[in-house]
């Protein structure tokens, strides 16, 4: 999808619901991409079985390899954890669209996990007004995106 500052998205298929939940949600995904990736490299699992857990029967239909779980567990983060990053780049791709400060100064604040109301007494503007602002960014980051498929 979105790559590096500067280059444009191409064939990317998004919605303004979606550019609006990407950027209520960025900041947690930001987070959890690096929660994620640090954990990624611990490995907390028993081969071992020992006493009476060795002779119990084992579930029918599974492996009861615990590293076989733990790759696959593993996997299903990875994928996870590249789903968030496609998001995230795409929406600090999108930001470069925003050239009005106010809009600018609304959308930093989104970005960085601050409330409507948060936003709003900091700017000095009611809540009603800052969801016109975030509206107002929605389309810009929408048309620019489609822009950039058709380009």
């Known amino acids: 999808m979105a790559e590096k500052k500067g280059r444009r998205?191409?064939?990317?298929?998004?919605?303004?619901?979606?550019?609006?939940?990407?950027?209520?949600?960025?900041?947690?995904?930001?987070?959890?991409i690096s929660i994620m990736e640090k954990r990624m490299d611990d490995i907390h699992?028993?081969?071992?079985?020992?006493?009476?857990?060795?002779?119990?029967?084992?579930?029918?239909?599974?492996?009861?390899?615990?590293?076989?779980?733990?790759?696959?567990?593993?996997?299903?983060?990875?994928?996870?954890?590249e789903e968030y990053k496609k998001k995230t780049a795409l929406i600090q791709e999108l930001s470069d669209c925003i050239t009005d400060e106010r809009e600018y100064e609304v959308l930093t604040w989104i970005?960085?996990?601050k409330g409507y109301r948060w936003i709003a007494r900091h700017i000095g503007l009611s809540e009603t007004h800052i969801r016109r602002i975030k509206d107002s960014i929605v389309e810009q980051m929408y048309k620019t995106a489609q822009m950039s498929q058709t380009a």
Not at 11 to 32: C, F, G, P
Not at 61 to 73: I, L
Request: proline residues 5%; glycine residues 6%.
């Open 9 to 32: 998205a191409k064939n990317v298929q998004i919605t303004r619901d979606e550019i609006e939940r990407a950027l209520k949600n960025y900041h947690w995904m930001i987070n959890s």
């Open 45 to 81: 699992v028993s081969t071992n079985k020992f006493g009476v857990e060795a002779s119990l029967p084992k579930p029918q239909g599974t492996t009861s390899d615990p590293v076989y779980g733990e790759v696959k567990r593993r996997s299903r983060y990875w994928k996870k954890i």
């Open 111 to 113: 970005l960085n996990g």
